[in-house]
């Protein structure tokens, strides 16, 4: 039985605005148990079992998040002047963000090598300079290129926060250091009618919610082991719309379906569901599929979900091995 979200005090725009787009700010994260394997567990100390990064010079990088393979974006403004910058070799922070709140900003959701995944504040340890970073949307590998801050920390929010003086109008991108190899692959959304709306049905019916309703929903098509067999993944919503209460039969869910022997297996990635017969006061998170994207270079693919919550906004990765769905990275504000 999936745990239920208990009550948390909302925050109002305003101040989520001052929040988000100047200091940092979390939300408590829950982490998933994994479904049937323990967690790779966040290596703190893992920077010094590394190797020592390997310099790189920035040399005559563009300060410019300019979109891969057509014109400079007039709202995409140059946000510093860059200058040489020493990269690590075999480590990238991994941020999430874009236009948020009429704002432009990034979480910090930690840190990724070849190795292992870090935590933000080892990540920070490892980097914690002016850089520029690629951006990758759902749809595009580096999609823009975009100078980013150093990390901010706020101590009230126990999170870090990369801004930028450049202009995006579109959220939902993963950054990671320009330069980190990443591997996409093709994503193709799915009709919601018949086999895979049944199936969300039965896994909510396992899951004990009597008489489920769907509401909003989509499905992803993907080669996440770049094996030629397809994963499916269903992100499903049905709240109430007022971001403020939930009762029994209201969910948020992401889910994804394997095909096991000769069996379709379908296994929960992220999500909620409420109980209460009677209406509480839960402020619920809404959980979205917003990229699949390679990022610790072991040639599968993680799934990225971002997280609403109210005014709040975050985002989770999770890596999937052999099966079994393990949080590597996340932060909310």
Same mark, same amino acid.
């Given at each position: 039985m999936i745990k239920v979200i208990t009550s948390c005090v909302s925050f109002t725009l305003l101040l989520t605005l001052i929040a988000c787009a100047q200091t940092p700010a979390t939300i408590t994260l829950e982490t998933l148990t994994p479904i049937s394997a323990s967690p790779t567990p966040w290596a703190e100390g893992t920077a010094a079992a590394l190797a020592s990064p390997t310099p790189w010079f920035a040399g005559t990088e563009t300060a410019l998040a300019v979109p891969t393979g057509g014109p400079l974006d007039p709202n995409?403004?140059?946000?510093?002047?860059?200058?040489?910058?020493?990269k690590p070799a075999d480590f990238s922070p991994v941020l999430y963000g874009g236009k948020v709140y009429q704002s432009t900003f990034f979480l910090l959701l930690g840190g990724v090598s070849q190795e292992t995944w870090l935590a933000p504040d080892i990540s920070v340890s490892r980097f914690s300079g002016e850089t520029t970073y690629s951006l990758h949307s759902f749809a595009q590998e580096a999609k823009y290129f975009l100078w980013g801050k150093s990390p901010e920390f706020s101590p009230t929010r126990q999170s870090y926060l990369v801004n930028t003086d450049a202009a995006l109008e579109e959220?939902?991108?993963?950054?990671?250091?320009?330069?980190?190899?990443?591997?996409?692959?093709?994503v193709n959304e %799915?009709?919601? *009618? =018949? +086999?895979?709306?049944?199936?969300?049905?039965?896994?909510?019916?396992?899951?004990?919610?009597?008489?489920?309703?769907?509401?909003?929903?989509?499905?992803?098509?993907?080669d996440l082991e770049g094996d030629g067999t397809d994963e499916v993944f269903i992100s499903a919503t049905h709240l109430d719309g007022s971001q403020h209460t939930?009762?029994?039969?209201?969910?948020?869910?992401?889910?994804?379906?394997?095909?096991?022997?000769?069996?379709?297996?379908?296994?929960?990635?992220?999500?909620?569901?409420?109980?209460?017969?009677?209406?509480?006061?839960?402020?619920?998170?809404?959980?979205?599929?917003?990229?699949?994207?390679? %990022?610790?270079? *072991? =040639? +599968?693919?993680?799934?990225?979900?971002?997280?609403?919550k109210g005014e709040g906004y975050g985002a989770l990765v999770f890596q999937i091995d052999d099966g079994d769905v393990i949080q590597a990275l996340g932060a909310e504000c």
């Open positions: 995409v403004i140059p946000s510093a002047t860059p200058f040489p910058v020493e959220p939902g991108f993963v950054g990671v250091i320009d330069g980190w190899q990443i591997t996409k692959r093709p %799915l009709s919601t *009618d =018949g +086999i895979y709306q049944q199936a969300l049905t039965d896994w909510l019916t396992t899951e004990e919610v009597s008489d489920p309703q769907v509401d909003s929903i989509h499905v992803y098509r993907v939930t009762k029994a039969g209201d969910y948020s869910v992401i889910l994804m379906r394997q095909v096991v022997g000769n069996e379709a297996v379908t296994r929960l990635v992220a999500g909620d569901l409420y109980q209460s017969q009677n209406p509480e006061i839960t402020f619920p998170r809404t959980y979205s599929l917003t990229n699949f994207i390679d %990022l610790n270079q *072991d =040639g +599968i693919l993680e799934v990225v979900v971002e997280i609403q």
